[in-house]
């Protein structure tokens, strides 16, 4: 009796697994939650994006040597800060890291110009004092310019502009899952009533530039009944690419619902919301307009995003197709 309600406390509390993925602001928010919930994520897509803490709480440094002058970046401190945070329980034990991670993507192009491609090798470096390099894999090898890739939709390769998504002829979404989850069935078309918006409002007070009021999630047609048997996938959009910028190229064109279709994967669609003043451009934070915590469990688009896998959108959906 006394083992079955411990096994019953344990399974619980067990926080549900999940994995990210971002381009650019977003990118800094898959590392963010990386880090920060090292225990829960057991992997990232880094298209495009800053190692953890580069900016330092600084939007100057965030324009500067976390975009266009890498050889500013100090990345010792930034380890340094993670240690100490690891130390201070703000962010998991970063020993989970090594323990728990199945693999990180990285993707940079060689013709981006908005986050040099010496800012994105730096990521792999961070990484690389916690994870072997055989779970990581990056390409740095195609002249792309600054945007979510893909191998079927969007802008020129070397397109610089809205919606941010580059027909590179590499699949961003398969080698992101794959390197997250191993071998993958192939994607396969997507149901379009599988996309759905979601209340954002129950996981944020939605002030403006912090988040929308409305989020979306792509649920398989395998994970309908029963979606907490399913993996969770959280992809994060760009800055200038929430869904209030350019509505559903980001969500429906990325390439992840097809995988996500096939392999029983949900994916979660958050969205920032636009401030004039604090975030004209709708980025997740990672230079501190939110708080000086931005980059640890307690900032306020972690726990609203953390909180959306633990706790799935599933109350107040709205398919789209009605
Ligand atoms: C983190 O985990 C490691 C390995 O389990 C342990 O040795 C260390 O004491 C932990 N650190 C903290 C601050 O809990
Ligand atoms: C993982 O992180 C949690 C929370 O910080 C900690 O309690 C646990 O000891 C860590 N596990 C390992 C293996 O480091
Ligand atoms: C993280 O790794 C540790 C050590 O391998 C393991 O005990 C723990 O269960 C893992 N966490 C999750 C959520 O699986």
Same mark, same amino acid.
């Not at 079927?152 to 794959?178: E, H, R, T």
């Not at 004039?276 to 980025?283: A, D, I, Q, R, T």
């Given at each position: 009796?006394?083992?079955?309600? /411990? $096994? +019953? ?13 971002? /381009? ?27 190692? *953890? %803490? ?26 340094? =800060? ?24 990285? +993707? ?18 961070? %990484?690389?004092? +916690?994870?072997?390099?055989? @779970?990581?894999?990056?390409? *740095? ?14 802008? $020129?390769?070397? =397109? ?17 899952? @794959? ?38 999630? %792509? ?30 190229? +980001? ?17 979660? %669609? ?7 003043? @604090? ?17 640890? @469990? ?25």
């Amino acid at each position: 009796m006394v083992i079955l309600l /411990v $096994a +019953f406390l344990v399974v619980s509390i067990s926080a549900r697994q999940f994995s990210v993925s971002g /381009v650019s602001s977003g990118a800094a928010m898959a590392i963010q939650l990386h880090i920060s919930h090292s225990s829960d994520v057991v992997g990232a897509g880094i298209i495009a994006g800053p190692p *953890y %803490y580069c900016a330092q709480g600084s939007s100057i440094l965030a324009t500067t040597s976390c975009m266009t002058t890498p050889y500013l970046i100090n990345l010792n401190s930034l380890l340094q =800060y993670a240690q100490e945070q690891s130390k201070a329980g703000t962010i998991d034990n970063l020993s989970n890291l090594t323990s728990n991670t199945t693999g990180v993507f990285i +993707f940079s192009g060689l013709l981006d110009t908005v986050v040099n491609q010496l800012v994105v090798r730096q990521v792999e470096k961070f %990484y690389g004092n +916690f994870i072997s390099s055989s @779970k990581i894999y990056s390409i *740095y090898s195609v002249s792309a310019e600054h945007a979510w890739v893909t191998n079927f939709w969007g802008s $020129a390769c070397v =397109y610089l502009g809205l919606p941010f998504v580059n027909n590179c002829l590499v699949d961003g979404a398969g080698l992101i899952l @794959k390197q997250i989850y191993g071998s993958l069935q192939p994607s396969v078309a997507t149901v379009s009533h599988n996309l759905i918006s979601f209340d954002q409002t129950k996981y944020v007070n939605p002030v403006a530039g912090v988040m929308a009021n409305t989020g979306y999630i %792509y649920i398989p047609t395998n994970c309908q009944s029963s979606p907490d048997t399913c993996r969770v996938h959280l992809a994060l959009h760009g800055c200038s690419q929430n869904f209030g910028t350019v509505a559903y190229s +980001f969500i429906l064109e990325n390439g992840l619902n097809g995988y996500a279709e096939s392999n029983n994967i949900i994916i979660i %669609y958050p969205q920032t919301s636009i401030s004039l003043s @604090k975030n004209p451009e709708g980025c997740w934070d990672w230079w501190g307009f939110t708080g000086y915590n931005y980059a640890l @469990k307690s900032g306020i688009q972690i726990s609203a995003l953390y909180q959306m896998t633990q706790n799935l959108p599933l109350e107040n959906l709205i398919n789209l197709d009605n």
